[in-house]
C-alpha cells in the first residue's frame, strides 16, 4: 500500500506561479512513477504531468514549458512547478501513483486527497 499526501495549491492570479508537492510513504514506494491528473468541474479527469522513477517526464500539451515535474534525491516526494498560470487552469490537482509512468487514470494505483487551484483573471 502507498499513501499519498499532497500540499500546495490555492488562489492565484492569471501569469502566477503555485508549486505542489506530493510525499509518498509505504511498503512499495521504490520503482514507482508519480505525478498529477487535473480534473474541473462537469470535466472528465485529464494527465497533467509524470516521472518515472527513471526520471523520465512527461507532459500534457497543454501545461508543456509551463509545468515543471520533478523529485527529490530518494524519489519518494515530487514536485510540480506551475508557471504562467491560466484560467483554464482551475481545477482540483490530484496526486497519483503507479508501476509505471502514465498518462492515463487507468493505470493509476494510487491516488492522492486532491488540492484545489484557483486561477483568477
Not at 485529464?46 to 500534457?60: C, H, N, P
Not at 502514465?102 to 493509476?108: A, D, E, L, M, Y
Request: net charge positive.
Amino acid at each position: 500500500q502507498v499513501q499519498l499526501v499532497e500540499s500546495g495549491g490555492g488562489l492565484v492570479q492569471a501569469g502566477g506561479s503555485l508549486r505542489h508537492s506530493c510525499a509518498a510513504s509505504g511498503r512499495s514506494v521504490n520503482n514507482i512513477a508519480m505525478g498529477w491528473f487535473r480534473q474541473a468541474p462537469v470535466k472528465d479527469r485529464e494527465f497533467v504531468a509524470a516521472i518515472s522513477w527513471k526520471i523520465i517526464t512527461s507532459y500534457a500539451d497543454s501545461v508543456k514549458g509551463r509545468f515543471t515535474i520533478s523529485t527529490d534525491s530518494a524519489k519518494n516526494t515530487v514536485f510540480l512547478q506551475m508557471n504562467s498560470l491560466k484560467p483554464e487552469d482551475t481545477a482540483v490537482y490530484y496526486c497519483a501513483a503507479g508501476p509505471g509512468i502514465f498518462r492515463s487514470p487507468g493505470i493509476v494505483d494510487y491516488w492522492g486527497q486532491g488540492t484545489q487551484v484557483t486561477v483568477s483573471t
